[in-house]
């Protein structure tokens, strides 16, 4: 165990920073590339200013060859039609043909009294040597997507201030047989990278497996000393509420200082928060680095940070500084947190873990992320988005997925921003690691099993990712893996050195859908069911009390399918029956799963923008109708659920919320319904209303409104009810299955349940499409059309409000799609964030709609189309 100890020490010793700092710069654009092949000379010669790269090719940087070469228009967009077949695959070229260098100038003072220059790189996938000034700065060859390099360059700045870096990146040692396996033959596991590049049931392989420096570049300039892998920790003890006044909570911070001088450096570590300043002295040796703990800081009254749906996101902001004795301030790192305690309990009722806050038990209600674009074209406007809109669907934690990344800090700031708690995986799946038979697979499990080649690299990494994210409020569980533990001595020192070692304050699961995270007494794997289901499924069927993967469909509306279908194959499936569907070549390979008889219950499509239009009614029913199934039994069968999958990297054509381009689908909104904290739902097994509580207090004084609407509009009233909603839970109140015989719908009929506080104001509203007694959809199929009145005012910039009104006397205007739009392209904006979509308006009823987005200069309308309202443009007027 000593042994193992000490190997942990070395390891962690490769330690490195976060990039707020003091004279930072990320070095973006003015790169150059080209292939390795095609260069004769060595790196010492490449990283000289003197030698000539005007004529390589220009590179995109953070990317990859990919990235570069569609920006040179050498390889077509993989993301669109059968595009990616045109692509030559690395298995098939080797290694050799996607080995590049990568070099620019840097232009740099040269550093003065004591000024130390680093040299930083956030993620390079695999290998690489790098060169600065003609000199080679890693001895060997760095390899590991995930592991972060720093090189002290200070000795090597030239002083007329003209310098030269160059990079040589090489691809995965093993870039593994894409052959339609998951992960392909698997061995793409054998290196410590992301999983998903050799092709999934999801996704067409990355033919370069992602190989370039995928992350952000930086140069560093500090004084004498650095600051290196700051640690922030909260304390909120007991159990609190959002509101009101707070009790104390705790500051705990530390950080490494480390000397690179040969001479003693005296210096003071401290930082300011709440005009309250906390400091610690430092002494330092030649070339030390010494873990310095700060003194707790007591904050008073603070402001609790919560997730999504159960209070505020509050961030604070701390500078934290060394300062050498007479030289002032050295180093700076600024950290962004939120004042917040994350705990973990096994509930006995549902035998599953729960995750609380601040004392509070969350009800997990989450969605599976890959990651934000399959080729790591990461940005932070992009990341913004997609977190909005997972925080617009109404859920509260995002699981980062094994076979991907750890993610970028920018995705984790969008959480905190949004509420959002995160589940990271790290680097392992039961598909390429072994947990199954598999003969798509080069190697049997037994050798599966030890995947990664290099177990101390793996470990190497961890630690450093840890330490990279350790400091973000959203981040809440750490998971070994995707389905299957990691080999013992990964998983042993994860779970046993790291995470006491380098973090402490958050659970660390074995595995996705281990007994210990929920405990599995139904047999089978732990996760599912996948693809379409009876709605009554997810009511009746008790499934794993935490189900860390369970989805379905997920096909955008037409608008989303013309943008990567060629219009030859914009052909609607065709359902045969027994699961058997027709499909088009071209959707087979961007991974449509079936709707089986869903879509032809509404009317047999007449062509594929029929089809897309009636999918959208699946959509919403499908995910809403999951999150009002696992909520109408928290606490009693479960504590969480997180969706199979919430969003795609590329244009797939299965579960996802929205599509690779940022376009909303039904989905996410039939999810920002049932995700209310306060909704009204009616179960389908036995028609009985309920109202779920997703707060921490009882509410008192709710008006339960239920209404019945034939396809003409005719209102029958059947009850409203005053009673009480008590927290975390959800419960019954009466049934509707009487009303719904009496009303004799043969043909099918809306049911309108409406929740009202006692000064009548709307907190939830929820309308079901029921079908006739034959399982057809024919009331909707003769719905007579609708007149709304649409009213469009931006009222700022970036905002538009929007009000529909539906006359009485008429029928519901149903399932209305609105889309914020280019005036003179008719395109859509996107991303645009809607307050809600897929709106019906009942009969002499009205409701207001708000979107937010971008705006980029170009006159905006407003396209709305419905299910019985005819595409329509509407002109925004400006509020005065």
Known sequence: MMRKTGLLWVLLLVSLYGANAQHLRELADEWKCAPAREVKEEGTVLSVSSYNISNWLTAVVPGTVLTTQLLHGQIPDPFYGMNNLRIPDIYATGREYYTYWFARNIEQEYPVDGQQVWLQFRGVNYGCDVYFNGSKLNKETHKGMFLRQEYNITSLMRKDGHNRLAVIVYPPDEPGNANGGQGGDGTIAKNVTH???????????????????????????????????????????????????????????????????????????????????????????????????????????????????????????????????????????????????????????????????????????????????????????????????????????????????????????????????????????????????????????????????????????????????????????????????????????????????????????????????????????????????????????????????VGSVGVGDYASLQRFLPEANLVAPQYKGKRASVVDSVWDYHKYISYEGAIDVYGKPANVADFARKAQLVNYNQYRGLIEGFTAHEWEWYSGVIIWKTQNPWTAMRGQMYDYYLDPNACLFGLRSAGEPLHIMMNPVDSMVMVTNNTFTARRDLMLVAKLFDKNGKETFVTQVFSEAPAHRSKPYFSLSEALKKAAYTEGVFVSLQLLDVNKQLISDNLYWLPGIDGQYTALQQMPAAKPEIICQETEKGKVRIVIRNPSGGPVAFFNRLSLVNAKTKKRILPAFYSDNYVSVLPGAEKKITIDYHPEGEEIALLAEGWNYTETYHTITHEK
């Open 195 to 549: 999983q998903y590049v050799a092709g999934w049931d999801w996704i067409q392989p990355v033919r370069d497996r992602n190989t370039g420096i995928w992350d952000k570049v930086f140069i560093k300039t500090t004084g004498a000393a650095q600051i290196r892998n700051p640690h922030v920790v909260t304390r909120v003890p007991g159990v609190r509420l959002p509101e009101g006044t707070q009790a104390p909570a705790k500051v705990q911070v530390s950080a490494e200082v480390y000397n690179p001088t040969e001479k003693v450096l005296d210096g003071t570590l401290q930082y300011e928060l709440n005009s309250r300043k906390v400091s610690a002295r430092v002494s330092l040796a030649p070339g030390e680095t010494k873990l310095v703990q700060l003194p707790d800081y007591t904050m008073e009254q603070p402001r609790l940070w919560w997730p999504n749906t159960y209070g505020s996101q509050p961030l604070y902001t701390m500078p934290l500084q060394f300062v050498v004795a007479g030289k002032g301030v050295s180093d700076m790192d600024t950290i962004t947190f939120g004042v917040r305690e994350i705990q973990h309990a096994w509930n006995t009722t549902t035998q599953s873990m729960e995750i609380r806050v601040n004392g509070q038990k969350i009800f997990i209600k989450g969605g599976n992320w890959i990651v934000s674009d399959a080729m790591l074209r990461f940005s932070r406007k992009r990341y913004d988005a997609e977190v909005r809109y997972h925080r617009d669907m109404n859920l509260n934690l995002i699981r980062i997925w094994g076979g991907a990344l750890t993610e970028r800090p920018e995705f984790y700031e969008a959480c905190d921003r949004y509420g959002m708690l995160v589940m990271q995986d790290f680097w392992g799946s039961g598909d390429c690691n072994g947990r199954w038979v598999d003969p798509l697979k080069k190697e049997d499990q037994w050798a599966r099993r030890k995947y990664p080649d290099n177990h101390s690299l793996f470990i190497q990494s961890a630690a450093d990712q840890i330490r990279m994210l350790r400091n973000y409020t959203s981040l809440a569980i750490w998971c070994g893996g995707n389905e299957i533990t990691l080999p013992e001595d990964i998983h042993q020192a994860l779970k046993d050195s790291l995470m006491p070692l380098l973090d402490g304050t958050r659970w660390f699961v074995d595995y996705s859908n281990s007994d210990s995270m929920s405990y599995n007494h139904i047999g089978g794997n732990g996760d599912g069911p996948y693809g379409i289901q009876d709605i009554t499924t997810f009511w009746r069927d008790q499934t794993w009390p935490f189900n860390s993967e």
